[in-house]
């Protein structure tokens, strides 16, 4: 069965008239990116060259996805739109709600039993409004957006930051919060800031122990994980052609790390074999009637440097296996180097879990690869050092993996076989350990290693690899370990050297049976319509309806109490943790208690301890706006550089604004994090002197004043009283357009377009 497929055919029948009159207007070559972006636009006839990094752009984009975390408030908003349906093809995929513990059947169990009031809603609202709804155990979102949906060209966006998976079949795939879904769901132009383009030319081929994962753990260390905000990294050269439509995944999914809009790959052979694979031939026959124009012009790839802001090279061929860490997933170390940093460093050299999965590495050829290392162990007679977790990425994988013997060749090995979910990787992993603050080493094939995200403890040094190298190390139990050239010793004490890993895209190789891919159960269920109830308890402690916030009232923010000013990085895992707090995301007054309690306050070095202005004492952030908010007092957030950094959670935006923070003020912001706060109507200020962070003092009284002349590329005015009875001024920039302008005087993007209704 193929998903929507009278949407990808009117895609396909109008791509090409649409790609002319591109070309008509534009008249020049075009990357692949831009190719996509020029025929989504909302409006077609105020086409014209945008300015990249500049100038704003509405898009149209075929259709949403949303897990079930972020999908809880994207539909609460949703249903206070007033449309009778989706005006897009949209699903909600249920991955992020079950907690890892002790295996599959039983945690997918206490999930559903645990969370049924959540998952009855998110379905009940799906099938009313004409989404689909993929069950828990069914997948984790992107994996089966990729084996179910993602098609080349097309165009879409999704409440979680991994969006871009999709890319690896030729798809601009962008991360979004819950109201830029709504205005996708609405039908209502989505607003982008037309993206830069980071072009990477890859040359040459994988080999060895080498992965497609390495790209991106390479290029994360190339870019920071800022250095791909507002751009689109696309991917080019003859190396592409040699990676597997899931390894492309892999790699986009992971640009999300370095801030990247979206990454993409052009069309090829190796997508269309995945897409024939994944039961989609006539996509195929669609896509490869326009294939010329689902790849960047000849001119393009022949002088890259004339279309792309920005050229990183890099040859497959030289490139080595890497792992990244500890606490961010730029800190890339290739394997050659890694020993030595682990011993400089004085990292926990015993590696205490190995974990394989997550949206980037859940693949069937990220399975069968360290399914061969694996079965090495025990041809090789070599203990396994390390506990082992593998979390597949969708029903399909594992059932396929079940047939072709993988999943009992981890159990045989000790391995506890996880749920089709996220898990760890998000913070839902239920670990057992004799100190859960205790200094310890675990390395995954995920992509986020934030302290204390995958298990609580900030002492879990958490690297990142490869699903081949995770599975290496987990059998010699040792950061040291490289499989490349040391040996391991077996039960009879001979020295013993792991082969390369083997694996396949797709399950077809000599090794392995040709059967293709199998599945027990899709997990979907198809929208029944209007006739459906939807019941919100307004006694529960897990969902709340909405009540709209309140506009602007027309007056500068004066004197606000400094609530917080944030020392270091500060991602959404800070802002609102994940974890337990999951539970909370469909009720915005019991999730907002979690407010800013990860940030490190400036003054005093501690977490969630922040000085309360009314009482002259210290206690937690989120209880410290409480009291502000009952006596009417406003408060602003002051903070670093990419504030705002990982997941695409709109509750790190909808929680202060919630709490009356009406400003955050900071030295920049990550990309999906301010649109969510500008869509929820608050101001999103940066300085435009960086040094001024250090002016705020822990005492002081704030105001940011010229907000009736708010207007864009128009400066604000800081003013920060002191309480020894000095000011200071200083100026702040801001990125506001007049349409988000109006969101702001709104109270919310969604005020602004009740208004327009």
């Known amino acids: 069965m193929v998903y929507d497929i009278d949407m990808i055919k009117s895609f396909y029948s109008a791509y090409k008239e649409k790609m002319e009159h591109v070309r008509a207007v534009l008249k020049r070559p075009l990357t692949l990116a831009e190719k996509v972006l020029y025929t989504h636009l909302f409006d077609e006839t105020v086409l014209k060259d945008y300015k990249r990094g500049e100038d704003y752009v509405n898009f149209r984009p075929d259709r949403v996805a949303m897990q079930d975390a972020t999908a809880q408030m994207a539909l609460l908003q949703f249903m206070n739109a007033g449309k009778e349906q989706a005006a897009v093809p949209s699903t909600v995929h249920c991955d992020h709600l079950i907690q890892a513990y002790k295996g599959a059947r039983e945690d997918i169990a206490t999930a559903t039993k645990t969370n049924e009031e959540v998952y009855d809603f998110l379905r009940d609202v799906s099938s009313r409004y004409g989404i689909g709804f993929w069950k828990p155990g069914a997948g984790i979102i992107h994996q089966v957006v990729l084996e179910n949906y993602a098609f080349p060209g097309g165009m879409m966006v999704g409440t979680d930051s991994h969006t871009p998976n999709a890319g690896g079949l030729g798809m601009v795939a962008i991360g979004v919060g819950g109201a830029d879904a709504v205005d996708v769901m609405t039908g209502m132009e989505w607003e982008l800031k037309m993206p830069k383009l980071i072009g990477v030319r890859l040359t040459g081929e994988l080999n060895g122990w080498t992965a497609p994962k390495d790209v991106i753990l390479k290029l ?75 790849r960047p012009d000849d001119e393009v790839m022949a002088f890259p440097e004339n279309f792309y802001d920005r050229i990183i090279e890099i040859d497959l061929s030289e490139l080595e296996p890497y792992i990244n860490g500890p606490f961010t997933p730029d800190a890339a170390t290739p394997i050659s180097e890694f020993a030595e940093k682990v011993l400089l460093n004085g990292y926990p050299r015993k590696m205490e879990v190995g974990l394989i999965g997550s949206c980037t590495n859940s693949s069937y050829q990220d399975i069968s690869r360290a399914a061969s290392v694996a079965r090495q162990a025990l041809e090789k007679d070599v203990a396994i050092s390390s506990p082992l977790i593998v979390n597949p990425g969708s029903e399909q994988i594992y059932a396929t993996a079940e047939r072709d013997g993988m999943i009992t060749l981890f159990q045989q090995i000790g391995a506890t076989i996880m749920a089709n979910a996220c898990g760890p990787c998000i913070g839902q992993w239920k670990r057992h350990t004799d ?67 083997q694996g396949d895209e797709l399950p077809s190789g000599d090794e392995l049976p040709v059967h293709g891919f199998t599945s027990t159960s899709d997990g979907y269920l198809a929208p029944a319509g209007s006739q459906v109830e939807i019941k919100v308890d307004p006694h529960s402690t897990r969902l709340q309806l909405l009540t709209p916030f309140p506009a602007w009232d027309g007056n500068d923010l004066l004197n606000m109490p400094l609530l917080i000013k944030t020392q270091g990085k500060c991602t959404t895992d800070h802002i609102s943790m994940a974890g337990p707090w999951l539970r909370f995301r469909g009720h915005l007054e019991n999730i907002s208690d979690n407010m800013l309690m990860g940030a490190v306050n400036a003054f005093n070095g501690e977490t969630n301890c922040v000085w309360n202005r009314l009482t ?63 869509k929820q109507g608050m101001l999103a200020i940066t300085f435009k002197d960086k040094a001024d962070y250090n002016r705020i003092q822990e005492h002081d009284l704030i105001s940011v004043i010229g907000l009736q002349n708010f207007a864009p590329g128009r400066d604000l005015e800081v003013v920060v009283h002191h309480e020894d009875g000095t000011k200071e001024r200083f100026a702040v920039q801001h990125t506001y357009n007049e349409q988000q302008i109006s969101w702001f005087r709104a109270g919310s993007a969604l005020n602004n377009n009740g208004l327009k209704n």
């Open 220 to 294: 994360a260390g190339i870019l920071t994980v800022k250095g791909g905000t507002n751009a689109i990294i696309e991917y080019f050269g003859p190396g592409t052609e040699s990676i597997s439509a899931t390894g492309k995944a892999t790699i986009c999914n992971m640009g999300a790390e370095v801030g990247a809009t979206t990454s993409l790959f052009p069309y090829d052979e190796r997508m269309a074999a995945y897409l024939r694979a994944t039961g989609r031939e006539e996509v195929v026959m669609l896509a490869e009637a326009v294939a010329a124009d689902l």
């Open 616 to 678: 002259n004492m210290y206690g937690p952030v989120s209880g410290t706006a409480k009291m502000y908010k009952s006596e009417g007092i406003s408060s602003i957030v002051v903070a670093e550089e990419n504030y705002g950094e990982g997941s695409s959670r709109e509750h790190a935006a909808m929680e202060p604004r919630f709490l009356n923070v009406k400003v955050i003020l900071a030295k920049s912001f990550a990309r999906i994090h301010e649109t969510n706060l500008k």
């Open 435 to 501: 100190d859960p603050m205790r200094k310890n080493s675990i390395v995954t094939s995920f992509n986020r290693n934030f302290a204390k995200r995958a298990d609580g403890n900030p002492n879990t040094f958490a690297f990142v690899a490869s699903p081949e190298i995770v599975m290496a190390l987990t059998i010699a139990g040792d950061l040291c370990f490289n499989p490349l050239k040391d040996r391991l010793v077996n039960h009879d004490g001979e020295k013993v050297k792991l082969s390369e890993p």
